[in-house]
């Protein structure tokens, strides 16, 4: 991990929060290069999962809503957290961190009987990670969601909270998509945005942090009359997620699903499959799939008065259709590509050349423009038109500065996959060497072709 943070802040991926002020609590910022990827992620998967799909719609909600939104969707009195202190060093955990979460479970049930909590915690628990003393106060619910209060007065009645997931939008205007689009079942409404959770431990780098954003489908399916019907739909949205991962170009062999237990599901959900991560912290959560039933249109309708239901046209019948959720992260998202396409080559001469071997449709920077002799003002004159040419199509960075073998290296470690070199040669042929980032493999191309040559190396995959 210390590699890729190093790289990230290097190469400018991702800079530390308000670091000149020490950093923020575990917030991160996108530098150039991190804003690049994510915008690449985030333009895919739109374009792959709302745009060209006749059965999506998008939307973006906005982050504070109605305080009712949460009462009704159970985030007000469930999304919490067991919160447990270390009384020697004040230090907070998550109890569900200390153990498993399964063992976590099988405690709090034994808490509810126990006499005396203490020293059941006391048994139970391991030494407190950063004192290594076992002397813990009892757990109690801390809720994640950050209150902030509307208007200039600060008191319960306006008190209102950041969305802790973007779902929510989508539920509540379920009736507005209806009426505006005119969308029949099935279809589904997606949203990417930004999510705030106040995370107990907010830890491992941008992989869990207290700002983030999501991206997210809410898919309406008519109430199945048994358990095949929704299973056939998440079984759909699990294999367009595994093809989502292999569009990413993240190893398959990184990634695992995890049907999660009964008895640890969230409070709306009767299945989730977690798709994890082999990160070099552990195998965490990447994204997740859930069946949430009509739990949050039939809770909506209660709390709101409002009739959620959906008529079908043709039979009349009235109904709450039921949510197959695909979600994922940004962050976790762009963890996972810098891990997975981190490299580092042995080469021939005994050094090391660090390589992120992106796949070429998400990498930051498509080509580099490299004058080999940048004192010669016809070659830099040469290199700034080409510039100009292919800017339009492509994202671009011009490089003059340093020796052509370092600026090899500094592409390799943003992950670009061609560079582009002029020299004298190109003003005596009109030619250009284009280098590949894997293979290193060079080659002359005619600048008439470039763009038709950069294309298909963006598309290869
Ligand atoms: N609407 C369902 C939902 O919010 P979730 O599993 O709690 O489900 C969805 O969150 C995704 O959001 C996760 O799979 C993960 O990628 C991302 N995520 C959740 N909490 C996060 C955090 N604290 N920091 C970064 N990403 C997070």
Known sequence: MQKIISLAKRRGFIFPSSEIYGGFSSCYDFGPLGIELVENIKRSWWNRFVRSRPDMVGISTTIIMSPKV?????????????????????????????????????????????????????????????????????????NLMFKTFVGPVEDETSTAYLRPETAQGMFVNFNNIISSSRKTLPFGIAQIGKAFRNEITPKNYIFRTREFEQMEIEYFIPEPKNEKEWQKTFDYWRKEMWQWIDFLGIKRKNVKENDIPKEELAHYSKRTIDFEYKFPFGTKELYGLAYRTDFDLKNHEKMSKENMKYRDPKTGKEYWPHVIEPTFGVERTVLALLVDAFDEEKMEDGTTRTVLRFSPAIAPIKVAILPLLQNKPEIVKKAKEIEKAILPFFSCDYDQSGSIGKRYRRQDEAGTPICLTVDFETLKDNTVTLRDRDTMHQRRVDIGSLKEEITKIINKD
């Open 70 to 142: 949460w009462q009704a969707s159970g985030h007000v009195s469930g999304f919490s957290d067991p919160l447990i202190e270390c009384k020697e060093c004040h230090a907070r955990h998550r109890g569900d961190n200390l153990l498993s979460e399964s063992q976590w479970k099988k405690l709090e049930k034994k808490l509810e009987k126990a006499k005396d909590k203490e020293k059941l915690i006391a048994l139970s628990l391991p030494s407190c990670p950063d004192c290594k003393k076992k002397n813990y106060t009892l757990p109690r619910n801390f």
